[in-house]
């Protein structure tokens, strides 16, 4: 789960850093700040505070300088994750 969650959020991050410099925003001057919204259910294989620290981690790479805003984000990432067990 973590290779596919860093590979997506680099991916994303990337391409909105290239944006807002290439669009030569106001957010390019300073680092984005941003909030996670992340749930899970049926499953207790995912540890949210990991999560939270892997996000965190991969902004501090990518983006020094970034916070967490959770009233008015620039980014929002949100990631809801449901296991779902069929029975017959």
């Not at 991916?11 to 030569?24: A, C, S, V, W």
């Not at 919204?37 to 990991?50: C, G, L, M, P």
């Amino acid at each position: 789960m973590m290779p596919a969650l860093t590979a997506m959020l680099t991916n994303h991050l990337t391409k909105y850093m290239k944006e807002t410099i290439d669009g030569e925003s106001e957010t390019a001057k300073s680092p984005p700040s941003y909030a996670v919204d992340f749930k899970v259910r049926n499953t207790k294989a995912i540890d949210k505070q990991e999560v939270y620290d892997k996000v965190a981690e991969l902004f501090k790479e990518q983006s020094p300088g970034s916070s967490v805003n959770l009233t008015k984000p620039d980014l929002h990432i949100v990631m809801h994750v449901s296991v779902l067990n069929t029975y017959f």
